[in-house]
T-cell receptor, first 113, second 115 residues
Framework: GENVEQHPSTLSVQEGDSAVIKCTYS??????FPWYKQELGKRPQLIID?????GEKKDQRIAVTLNKTAKHFSLHITETQPEDSAVYFC????????????FGKGTSLLVTP | GAVVSQHPSRVICKSGTSVKIECRSL??????MFWYRQFPKQSLMLMAT?????????EQGVEKDKFLINHASLTLSTLTVTSAHPEDSSFYIC???????????FGPGTRLTVL
């Protein structure tokens, strides 16, 4: 089955700096890669996603890049703010898995003022 | 947007009892729903895929006789934790997607505490 690796597990940045979180996946049939932000005790919230036929996608301060050949994708947050502090999960989905998501282990991001 | 609800949001039960958690798609039909479990400071782990009108598909290591899933309608899936034990204490989250959507919409989760 699909195996998603995520790094780093914790990340601390100063307000205004950029944050980058990286993920790799194992199944070349994976075709959809969402990123979720989860605050303590709450449901995951989709912040950005990318399909396998696209290499990069941007939404204001957030961007995702995908390298299908290397099977890795990254989340980039620019001009970080304290409210960006949360746990971020990457995920990958394949049709082989019935369209279920396989999640990375998460990155705890702390943005200090 | 698509909305998924769960009930209850929190439940505390005694060891050995059974607990039922409901997952509803409020404004769309879902032939497939997914159940995840999340332990503190860990990731979401897929437990099973719930299929309307047929048996659920369980992930390796998840006991189907302990975690009973019923997907009786296009808007409702239930997860019953039978004979719950303290190690079953966790955050249970369901998700679903409307037809044609890539995005999965998550329910608010159910915090289960087994004493």
């Amino acid at each position: 089955g699909e195996n998603v690796e995520q790094h780093p597990s914790t990340l601390s940045v100063q307000e205004g700096d950029s944050a980058v979180i990286k993920c790799t996946y194992s199944d070349s049939a994976s075709n959809y890669f969402p990123w979720y932000k989860q605050e303590l005790g709450k449901r995951p919230q989709l912040i950005i996603d990318i399909r396998s036929n696209v290499g990069e996608k941007k939404d204001q301060r957030i961007a995702v890049t995908l390298n299908k050949t290397a099977k890795h994708f990254s989340l980039h947050i620019t001009e970080t703010q304290p409210e960006d502090s949360a746990v971020y999960f990457c995920a990958a989905r394949t049709s082989n898995s019935g369209y279920a998501l396989n999640f990375g282990k998460g990155t705890s991001l702390l943005v200090t003022p | 947007g698509a909305v998924v609800s769960q009930h209850p949001s929190r439940v505390i039960c005694k060891s050995g009892t059974s607990v039922k958690i409901e997952c509803r798609s409020l404004d769309f039909q879902a032939t497939t729903m997914f159940w995840y479990r999340q332990f503190p400071k860990q990731s979401l782990m897929l437990m099973a895929t719930s299929n309307e009108g047929s048996k659920a598909t369980y992930e390796q290591g998840v006991e189907k006789d302990k975690f009973l899933i019923n997907h009786a309608s296009l808007t409702l899936s239930t997860l019953t934790v039978t004979s719950a034990h303290p190690e079953d204490s966790s955050f249970y989250i369901c998700s679903a997607s409307p037809v044609g959507y890539n995005e999965q919409f998550f329910g608010p989760g159910t915090r289960l505490t087994v004493l």
